[in-house]
């Protein structure tokens, strides 16, 4: 089975703060994505890659940026925190450059910051 | 733009109730469309999927019925159970488009004994 596997389940840091999510996924997919999810906001994109040392942002990018230096592991970062940042982070990713749909999803981050 | 819309939650309903969790959808195109379900405490995970109008997907017991004349998309269950209690996302995406699936709010389900 596909494992998506990110590195902390909860944090909770201070406004100012620079903050690192990590995400591993074990089967070799191309893609890797961030979302974040709000209630009653469902899940929105942050940033995607489709490759090594590739990015593109989503819908939302504004105060995040990312790293992709091996095809395993895709790193969402906060380089200022906001209390508008708390959420939960959630880590996807998935095997073809078409999208079948079928993303492959971390249990989440959950982020507070006060 | 595209969009999905759902039926706000929770639901909360009784062990082997019929349900239904309603799903619509605007679209400039003819995507997939996709249901997704997070049980508590883990990831989201693919339920079911359709690609084309009048397809239907089914998985667990669960049906969905890619409807283009009423652009909906609505899950079904004939009799729950209180494993099913999760939320539910309902998304559209292209085979084309750059990754991106266009999500639902969420349907938070409670099922009780």
């Known amino acids: 089975d596909v494992k998506v596997t990110q590195s902390s389940r909860y944090l909770v840091k201070r406004t100012g703060e620079k903050v690192f999510l990590e995400c591993v996924q074990d089967m070799d997919h191309e893609n890797m994505f961030w979302y974040r999810q709000d209630p009653g906001l469902g899940l929105r994109l942050i940033y995607f890659?489709?490759?090594?040392?590739?990015?593109e942002k989503g819908d939302i990018p504004e105060g995040y940026s990312v790293s992709r230096e091996k095809k395993e592991r895709f790193s969402l970062i906060l380089e200022s925190a906001s209390t508008n940042q708390t959420s939960m982070y959630l880590c996807?990713?998935?095997?073809?450059?078409?999208?079948?749909?079928?993303?492959?999803f971390g249990e989440g981050s959950r982020l507070t910051v006060l | 733009g595209d969009s999905v819309t759902q039926m706000e939650g929770p639901v909360t309903l009784s062990e082997e109730a019929f349900l239904t969790i309603n799903c619509t959808y605007t679209?400039?195109?003819?995507?997939?469309l996709f249901w997704y379900v997070q049980y508590p405490g883990e990831g989201l995970q693919l339920l079911l999927k359709a690609t084309k109008a009048d397809d239907k997907g089914s998985n667990k017991g669960f049906e969905a019925t890619y409807r283009k004349e009423t652009t909906s998309f609505h899950l079904e269950k004939g009799s729950v159970q209180v494993s099913d209690s999760a939320v539910y996302f309902c998304?559209?995406?292209?085979?084309?488009?750059?990754?991106?699936?266009?999500w639902g709010a969420g349907t938070k389900l409670i099922i009780k004994p």
């Open positions: 998304a559209l995406g292209y085979m084309d488009s750059n990754y991106q699936l266009i």
């Open positions: 890659s489709y490759d090594v040392k590739m990015k």
């Open positions: 996807a990713s998935s095997l073809d450059r078409v999208n079948t749909g079928e993303l492959f």
């Open positions: 679209a400039t195109g003819y995507p997939s």
